[in-house]
């Protein structure tokens, strides 16, 4: 019983216990996800305030420290002063821990929120149903926190290399310029953060595959989220036969999305001579995938997002709300949201009744928290649009874009928000921070309050928020 | 036996089995409605096409005629052509022909409607719960048919009576003249039409209460809808002690939007020189709560829609969204659906299972219905927004503008309409169409569908869409 398997399987019984007793028993974790953020923000405010921050060596306006701050702790990439500009590389770094900080914050938390809805709900389906129908068998939080830790690693490891030697062969960059510049842009890629140390984001990498698809591949795998991650590790040694229904409908949608963006994006901008009319077809193709998965929800551009046709910004509008995968490091609603929604109304005008995806049925109560994560989002957007078109000269198209971005947490602009008020900053500010955090905690404050309920059928619950 | 009442009451009775045959028994009865609309707008398009129609005594482009007679029989108000421009007498008097044919359809149609899911809910409501629950106690087809006949034509002949009367003592018109127009405007204000006979609408009237006030109770009193008219009605005789849950919900948001409306009008353009700016305070209130009340959905307005606030056109956008109320001539998905959901999403942030609205708990089933209207009814003014963005110049707020009042059958206009090109216009014919069948056969396609269900306490349905 000494064998250091036993000893790692007590510790481990023994954590899972601890976290069943702290986290369910405070009336409400996911208020301590708002309090670590909003701490984290707090922090890294101050530090950007110092003047060993900035580029000049002086004390940073508090509210351009503040909306840095938040949109890195909350891996936004709006910006109200220009990166590489403004801040000294101590403040870059400050930039880039925060970023760190953020995207394992996000995708740790989240994830251990997830579980605990799982394993309510798991008690409650035991009296009946298999086990297996759980989305998140993901074990204790040690073994999220050593996923997330090991995932962050190695996908930020391999794009750093791949990124510092392009920059180095391809851009006679020295090499330990190189290394830097790989090194942020690989952590803002993987957190789906949005910062660049380029003041036009990615727009002088468009037609370069070696950095394009590196910063693609990174984001998508950040944006995913750190269940599906879990799942896919876990086939790729064999561990597991089946899919959840939470990876299947992730994958699903977020593919379907994909092929919708770039397809829009294609056609919209072809021609247009702002943004794909001056590349051959082979950058148009590759500037066009960059943008078709950029709005779930990366936040770096390869082409001036200020020259995009209204229809493109449009359909980039709708795509950055929906956003990516639960519990990793894109924002928005999340797909699952968005693909659970379309299924109740795809029943709904079937005239059936009970919900089924891909084989499972849906509880009813998901429904109803997918349909409020969803309204009170669309409502926090229209709130910020109106506040910023009180507060600035700037029409619809351009308020709803920035608004969404940061409700999203995605980080495109067109360029309105260093030029809007103070007051309009902090409408953003706050508008991030309830993009980042609102969806997540929403929906699994709802979904921990279900009381008193009896299932009498297996059903499976994918995550919403 | 062969007393007048027993007779009566026997021939009600063979109407009541005959609908019951009648209706119910065809798949859809919505299609009848979807059909009998369709008709409406073709006759009327020969007839606004013939030469006799026109000032110039010349044939009118199909698509002008097309689009007139839609937004005619669909009471939208939305214009290609300059109505006192461009139609003779004859093609005036169609128009209104077609506008009375229009109120009148959807208001017997969908009261019908109502009536029918009604009848099926009650039917199965009655193994359990009071009968007295039912939204709709409108009796039979002949009842519905004469109600609003009655309703209609008192409401249109006091207000005709009022518009004459200042039209010949406040502006100098002829007696017979003064009468035309005050038809005209009595008529296409019950219907909710939008329709005017001066080229600017209401604007040169703007601080004439006279006309204003006159033109905004019938409007509201067409808006409201059938039903919770014939339960008024049924009170001022002291026929019913109780107000339905259909009832309540139509006033109490009904009366909220208005607040809201006249609220943001007021306090966005107070001072805008393009609008409000050049009144006194008492124009300003005037023209506020004119405008406050238009989007739901009259389309008159009394000053330039061009010249709004953005933040005036956003709140705009969503008011006429919204609409008016359920069976009556006003379109939009109906402030019942909007008031449903809201509730359904309090009730779930309040962390409760069951939704009660005034005392009186909301079927599940419900919930559902109503989503499926909004959500459609969004996805229906994204697609033709982004429509028309790739077809015309126009940005986002011009569009959605447009499209939203479209939707809506509401008429209001920054005036982009009639420069729209041709493919563009007949996007927004479809929008018309569909905004102004699609909510109202949507959800009674989907109530009727419902299937083998037990309620085991007592519900109440209001009226979605
Ligand atoms: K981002
Ligand atoms: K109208």
Not at 77 to 82: E, I, P, R, S, T
Not at 299 to 328: K, R
Not at 378 to 384: E, I, N, R, T
Not at 387 to 411: H, I, K, Q
Request: aromatic residues 8%.
């Amino acid at each position: 019983m000494s064998s250091p398997v036993a000893r790692g399987a007590a510790w481990l019984r023994r954590i899972a216990r601890r976290s069943r007793r702290l986290l369910p028993d405070s009336k409400h974790p996911a208020q301590m996800v708002v309090a670590g953020f909003a701490l984290a923000i707090a922090v890294g405010t101050v530090l950007l305030m110092l003047p060993i921050s900035s580029e000049t060596g002086t004390v940073t306006h508090w509210v351009n420290a503040l909306f840095t701050a938040t949109s890195a702790v909350c891996v936004t990439g709006l910006v109200v002063v220009d990166t590489p500009g403004h801040w000294s590389t101590f403040g870059e770094s400050v930039v880039l821990g925060m970023i760190q900080i953020g995207g394992f914050g996000i995708m740790t938390l989240a994830s251990m929120l997830g579980m605990l809805v799982a394993r309510r709900f798991g008690l409650r389906m035991r009296r009946t149903a298999q086990t297996e129908t759980k989305s998140l068998g993901l074990g204790d939080i040690r073994s999220v926190v050593a996923g997330v830790i090991t995932v962050s690693l190695i996908v930020e490891l391999v794009t750093t290399t791949v990124l510092t030697t392009r920059f180095t062969l391809g851009y006679g960059e020295s090499l330990q310029h190189a290394a830097y510049l790989g090194l942020f842009h690989a952590v803002s890629a993987f957190n789906n953060a949005g910062f660049s140390l380029y003041s036009d984001s990615l727009v002088r990498f468009a037609t370069d595959p070696w950095i394009c698809l590196p910063m693609v591949i990174a984001f998508v795998i950040g944006g995913l989220g750190f269940p599906v991650l879990f799942e896919i590790g876990r086939r790729l040694r064999h561990q597991r036969r089946y899919w959840s229904l939470h990876a299947r409908v992730t994958l699903g949608t977020y593919a379907t999305l994909a092929v919708i963006g770039v397809a829009a994006f294609l056609s919209f901008e072809w021609n247009n001579p702002g943004t794909l009319g001056r590349f051959g077809v082979p950058g148009k193709l590759l500037a066009g995938f960059f943008h078709g998965l950029a709005p779930r929800t990366a936040g770096f551009n390869s082409v001036d997002v200020g020259e995009l046709h209204p229809a493109t910004m449009l359909v980039t509008d709708v795509l950055m709300f929906i956003g990516g995968g639960s519990a990793g490091t894109a924002g928005g609603i999340k797909v699952t949201t968005f693909a659970l929604l379309a299924f109740v109304i795809l029943t709904e005008v079937r005239g059936e009744t009970n919900v089924h995806i891909l084989g499972r049925k849906l509880p009813v109560v998901v429904h109803r928290q997918a349909l409020t994560v969803v309204l009170v989002g669309g409502g926090l957007v229209f709130v910020a649009a109106l506040a910023l078109m009180v507060l600035s000269p700037f029409r619809l198209d351009a308020v709803l874009f920035e608004s969404v971005s940061a409700f999203g947490t995605v980080g495109l602009s067109t360029g309105i928000t260093s030029q809007l008020p103070q007051a309009g900053q902090l409408v953003l500010v706050l508008l991030m921070f309830a993009g980042r955090l609102g969806p997540i905690t929403l929906a699994s404050a709802l979904a921990l309050r279900e009381r008193g309920r009896r299932y009498d059928f297996p059903e499976e619950r994918p995550i919403v928020g």
